[in-house]
């Protein structure tokens, strides 16, 4: 029986929901893994909520839809834990990450959630520190590579570098800050 990882990223448009499920997915590509990695919108603008998803296997994937019963779930912004079920299908034994500045006692409590383990970290505040502009995407990468262990991390951190680099060709700093927002995540995470 083969065992695949299912995350689901929640997010408002914007904010790189998109992007963090395609990098993920990129990096555990070039570590020979099988993945998954894609978007659920429609015609929603910008600040809309919409998910991002991702399996992850040591073999093919042969189905085809969004994820229901996430392993880990990723919260972009944290005005979701109260406008969405983010933590529908979630099991006992699931993750939570989410971007506040909660601890994560407090997020557990105010989604009443018995069994997983929850982490947090604040996304937002690093972006703004490190980019000068609120993407959390980058900094949840990093607290996801780092509560979960689905990759190593420092092969993850390679990938995505040379992805950004070709992405972002003749502007290293911003390759260098989102290099610097997924290592400090990375350190700052908390678990409950």
């Known amino acids: 029986m083969k065992k695949i990882t299912e995350i689901r990223w929640h997010g408002r448009g914007g904010q790189g929901a998109k992007t963090v499920a395609l990098l993920f997915a990129d990096a555990a590509l070039s570590t020979g893994k099988y ?11 910008m ?25 880990v779930v990723v919260v ?3 005005t979701l834990l109260e ?47 490190t980019l000068g502009m609120s993407i959390p995407n980058t900094p949840m990468l990093g607290a996801m590579v780092k509560a979960t262990g689905l990759l190593d991390f420092d092969k993850m951190l390679e990938d995505t570098k040379n992805k950004l680099t070709k992405k972002f060709r003749g502007r290293p700093e911003i ?16 678990a409950e």
């Open 83 to 129: 406008s969405a079920n983010v933590t529908a299908g979630l099991p006992k034994d699931g993750v939570l990450i989410v971007n506040t500045t909660d601890d994560p006692a407090k997020v557990r409590e105010k989604l009443g959630l018995k069994g997983c383990r929850v982490f947090t970290v604040d996304a937002s505040g690093i972006s703004l520190e």
């Open 47 to 71: 600040g809309a909520p919409m998910m991002s998803f991702n399996r992850l296997s040591d073999e093919p994937i042969d189905i085809h839809c969004g994820v229901r019963s996430p392993d």
């Open 175 to 190: 390759v260098e800050g989102n290099l610097n927002c997924i290592i400090r995540a990375s350190q700052e995470v908390r």
């Open 35 to 45: 993945i998954q990695g894609f978007p659920e919108y429609g015609p929603e603008r």
């Open 76 to 78: 972009l912004d944290p």
